[in-house]
């Protein structure tokens, strides 16, 4: 379906934005990787889905919390590849705090890497997009762009805005061929969850399992994480040709949480 266009995932090294980069190569995008840590693996990983499919992997390792990293990466990839023409902003990270004590300098570190890289990104990649008429922009928001909770006033305030920016440039383009949607997932037990279900193990002398338990059972309904694959596939969705009128939704896959 997405053969000869071309996907940008921010933070795209491990968790979700390993699984979404996955399932749009699994359609044939060429795919544009970026993230922290050691690279190798994670690429090879989707480079050996787009071999099968005749698309091809890059990586760029832009800081997303820096302007001026984040321009050269998407000169990068529109030289490798001609132009971006689905981006997912999904590098994200979090910070757990009482206002009072929240550190200033992560709170800088939240809104930069969450919020206003999709701002640099979607600045950059909206010319192109619009002269093609054609363009995806998937914001990998979280539950948190919906309901708050407590001691997370960066991460909570970082993704209530990018469900904001969400719809301004949906509004913007919604005479023209580029959607821009936001995702808004629950619980997805990624290295940032695993963070938090240790601190919880750690303060209350639970076990892994205990603690898990006890994260989800204190907001997601289901019981169950959402995993990277069915985020994959709604991302996927998004850059169908059935998605071509959805303009400016946060569709949460939160096993319940914001229904409560
Ligand atoms: P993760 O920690 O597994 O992955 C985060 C990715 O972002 C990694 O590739 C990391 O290297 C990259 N990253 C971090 N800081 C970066 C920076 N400054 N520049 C470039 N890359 C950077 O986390 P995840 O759970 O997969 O989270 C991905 C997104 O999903 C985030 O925006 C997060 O807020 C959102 N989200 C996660 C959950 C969850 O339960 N895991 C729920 C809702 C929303």
Redesign the pocket.
């Known amino acids: 379906m997405l053969k000869g266009k071309t996907a940008l995932v ?10 979404i980069a996955k399932a749009l190569a699994r359609q044939g995008a060429h795919i544009v990787l ?4 050691d690279a190798t693996g ?1 690429q090879a990983e989707v480079e050996a889905i787009a071999a099968a499919h005749g698309a091809r992997v890059a990586f760029h ?6 302007p001026a990293e984040i321009e050269a990466m998407m000169t990068f990839a529109a030289g490798r590849f001609g132009q971006v023409d689905i981006l997912v ?6 910070h757990v705090a009482p206002v009072q004590d929240f550190p200033p300098e992560r709170w800088d ?1 939240v809104i ?3 919020l206003s ?1 999709a701002f640099h990104t979607s600045r950059l990649a909206l010319p192109a997009m619009r002269a093609a008429n054609w363009g995806r922009i998937i914001n ?5 762009g919906l309901v708050a909770s407590a001691e997370k006033v960066a ?1 909570v305030a970082s ?1 209530h805005a990018i469900v904001g920016l969400t719809k301004v440039i949906a509004l913007e383009n919604a005479t023209t061929g580029v959607t821009c949607n936001a ?11 695993q963070k938090q279900v240790d601190a919880k193990a750690a303060a209350n002398g639970w076990t892994n399992e205990e603690a898990t338990r006890q994260l989800l059972g204190e907001k997601e309904p289901s019981m169950q ?2 995993t ?1 694959e069915e985020l994959g596939e709604l991302a996927v969705f998004f850059c169908s040709p059935a998605a071509g009128n959805v303009r400016g939704v946060a569709w949460n896959m939160d096993g319940g949480w914001a229904a409560q």
């Open positions: 921010t933070g795209s090294t491990s968790g979700i934005g390993l699984g970026n993230g922290f840590g994670p390792g832009a800081d997303m919390s820096r902003n999904n590098a994200g990270i979090q570190a930069a890497i969450n890289s990998v928001a979280s539950v948190h991460y993704k995702i808004c997932p629950g619980w997805v037990l990624t290295p940032l969850v994480f959402t990277p």
